[in-house]
């Protein structure tokens, strides 16, 4: 595997601070993939063959950020070991001279970022996860990946944000249009108020400003945030379910906040749907596994027709005697976590 290409942002004044790091909320329990997550982290699952932390690990690195602070909690130190060198595994390796395995097993940590891991105790959310790391950053300006939201892109998503960041030196929101566009808690308001020169760029409002465009929007799971935040935290009472909108609300109040309109399909791999259809489309760049699997899937596609089996008569009040029914019980799928 390549180095990841390191994509610079287009437009970067002098005075603007640079953003150096990324904050990588994955305390959570990942309760939606149990019990696949009981001993391993969900950051972990693979997409195809790398871990989902992986892809937003190198899509930091790709736009030039070079410290990586994981917010983790118990039962994660297996992303501590992912990102460390594997001494041992690398002599053998080196030792049955399998380059291309070595070469893979090294890809996992991109030249020139440093790791740094802080504990949150308790899963209670993206807002306390980054007060954890706010020691850890100082007064510098910062960016925010949801490593579940996986985006595929031809520019790294976090490199789009930072293109509006260095313009207006403000906080950025990664977001996309809003699929199901009724009032949410969880949406913002995009307005094209025509203050910015990047096209993706929309000014973020609190109501639908008269004579301009407005579209709602979803967040993307990307962000970059300046020192500001913190005072926007300090000054409100967020409950510990509080989600990260409605602390950028609260920052609307203390400086301009800016969207960038992310281009790029987002996967929700928090989600078992989205998780299987980042699987396909990311199989589908492999040109070594492609073929075989389209295959597979056209074999599976035409046996999906076949009617399934006829459900099997009552049973008679004799019969329910000697072999009582059996009641299938569906559980309801469990809410996600952070």
Request: aromatic letters at 6%; proline letters at 8%.
């Amino acid at each position: 595997m390549q180095e990841p290409k390191v994509f610079p942002v287009t437009t970067a004044p002098a005075d603007t601070a640079r953003v150096r790091h990324a904050v990588f909320p994955v305390a959570g329990f990942g309760t939606s993939f149990l019990p696949a997550t009981k001993a391993c982290p969900k950051e972990m699952l693979p997409i195809v063959d790398r871990p989902m932390i992986q892809y937003a690990v190198e899509e930091a690195a790709a736009a030039g950020l070079t410290r990586m602070i994981f917010v983790t909690g118990r039962g994660k130190r297996a992303i501590e070991d992912h990102f460390d060198q594997a001494y041992e595994l690398e002599h053998e390796l080196a030792a049955r001279a399998d380059d291309d395995a070595l070469r893979e097993l090294r890809s996992a940590i991109p030249a020139g970022v440093t790791f740094s891991y802080v504990r949150q105790r308790d899963a209670t959310g993206v807002l306390d996860a980054l007060r954890k790391a706010r020691p850890l950053l100082g007064r510098e300006p910062f960016a925010v990946v949801l490593p579940d939201q996986l985006i595929d892109a031809a520019r790294p998503a976090l490199a789009q944000l930072l293109d509006v960041y260095a313009e207006q030196r403000v906080s950025v929101v990664g977001a996309q249009r809003a699929t199901h566009p009724g009032a949410s808690a969880e949406h913002l308001i995009g307005a094209d108020l025509r203050t910015s020169g990047v096209r993706n760029a929309r000014s973020l409002v609190k109501v639908p400003p008269i004579g301009a465009a407005s579209i709602p929007l979803a967040t993307a799971g990307r962000f970059v945030f300046t020192p500001a935040l913190w005072e926007a935290l300090d000054e409100a009472a967020f409950p510990e379910s509080a989600a990260l909108p409605a602390a950028i609300r609260a920052l609307m109040e203390r400086e301009r906040v800016f969207a960038c309109l992310v281009e790029g399909r987002l996967f929700d791999c928090g989600s078992k749907l989205g998780f299987l259809e980042a699987q396909f489309a990311f199989a589908q760049k492999r040109g070594e596994l492609w073929s075989g699997l389209r295959q597979s899937l056209g074999d599976l596609l035409a046996h999906a027709d076949v009617p399934p089996p006829a459900a099997p008569a009552m049973l008679t009040a004799s019969a329910a005697v000697a072999e009582p029914a059996r009641a299938a019980v569906v559980p309801a799928e469990p809410a996600r976590d952070s």
